[in-house]
């Protein structure tokens, strides 16, 4: 299986960013996703995920402003983020169940 992400890039503090996560390969492996982060000098952190069947998740510090969702007829998975703040600025990385990684796109929130 092969993640590619796309959608990272500079926002302002109380903006929003979608990150968007394109599996391919066989996908048939794949029971879920999640999302991680790093930001510089941090250890990575579990962001969010969403398992095969809908349910979603997402770590304390981001409920309220992001959002998993999924498109399973284009074999893709999403992390909407609204009201981004500075603190969320990190590499954000989609993983799934088969252990494959995306490339991590960058997210800058400024203040």
């Known amino acids: 299986v092969q993640l590619v992400e796309s959608g990272g890039g500079l926002v302002q503090a109380g903006g929003s960013l979608r990150l968007s996560c394109v599996a391919s390969?066989?996908?048939?492996?794949?029971?879920?996703f999640a999302w991680y982060r790093q930001a510089p000098g941090n250890k990575r952190e579990w962001v969010g995920g969403?398992?095969?069947?809908?349910?979603?998740m997402v770590v304390d510090s981001a409920k309220g402003r992001f959002t998993s969702s999924r498109d399973n007829a284009k074999n893709t998975v999403y992390l909407q983020m609204n009201h981004l703040k500075p603190e969320d600025t990190a590499v954000y990385y989609c993983?799934?169940?088969?252990?494959?990684w995306g490339q991590g796109p960058q997210v800058t929130v400024s203040s």
């Open positions: 969403i398992t095969i069947g809908g349910r979603t």
């Open positions: 390969g066989s996908t048939f492996e794949i029971n879920g």
């Open positions: 993983t799934s169940t088969s252990g494959s």
